[in-house]
């Protein structure tokens, strides 16, 4: 295991300069390796900027990130069904598993409001996706801003 024992007063600085000019942990640790030789894990990494008191800097966006997103890859996205007015989207109707599916935090199953149906699920990491019944199906965005509301309501309190 590596420790800030292993690094000389030079290193130190150098490695606190790294930070200051806006490096990230990732980058702390591939400079290690390519300028000191020093081969570290990513946790050995972590635990050095813990004890050297690093403060990584974190640009804050301007605008505020939507709080979950679904996870539907492109390679099977169809064309999504034109919006309507707003009064289909309402008819999402979501569910929430008694018990959650393997690998995931929480699941449950989702019928949109042309029909289609599907599981939903969010996995350890926090990370939301929905399979589809349909292979390659896309729900509309009205559709999916309904989702989202029905999963902020079913899970309030639970995750």
Do not use: C
């Not at 420790?3 to 600085?13: A, G, M, N, T, Y």
């Not at 490695?15 to 030789?37: C, H, N, P, Y």
């Not at 969010?122 to 390659?136: K, L, M, Y």
């Amino acid at each position: 295991m590596f420790s800030v024992s292993d690094l000389s007063e030079e290193q130190i600085q150098a490695i606190k300069t790294w930070v200051s000019e806006g490096a990230q942990m990732a980058d702390v640790q591939k400079r290690l390796q390519d300028d000191f030789g020093f081969k570290v894990t990513y946790m050995d990494t972590r635990f050095l900027s813990l004890d050297l008191e690093l403060e990584f800097h974190v640009e804050e966006s301007a605008a505020p990130e939507p709080e979950a997103e679904l996870d539907v890859p492109a390679e099977e996205a169809m064309p999504a069904a034109p919006a309507g007015d707003g009064a289909m989207a309402a008819n999402v109707e979501a569910t929430l598993d008694q018990v959650a599916r393997p690998g995931a935090m929480v699941s449950g199953s989702v019928t949109f409001s042309d029909g289609m149906k599907g599981i939903w699920m969010i996995d350890e990491q926090g990370r939301p996706s929905v399979d589809p019944e349909q292979a390659g199906y896309q729900p509309t965005e009205a559709d999916l801003i309904a989702f989202q509301e029905k999963l902020r309501v079913l899970l309030d309190g639970q995750v």
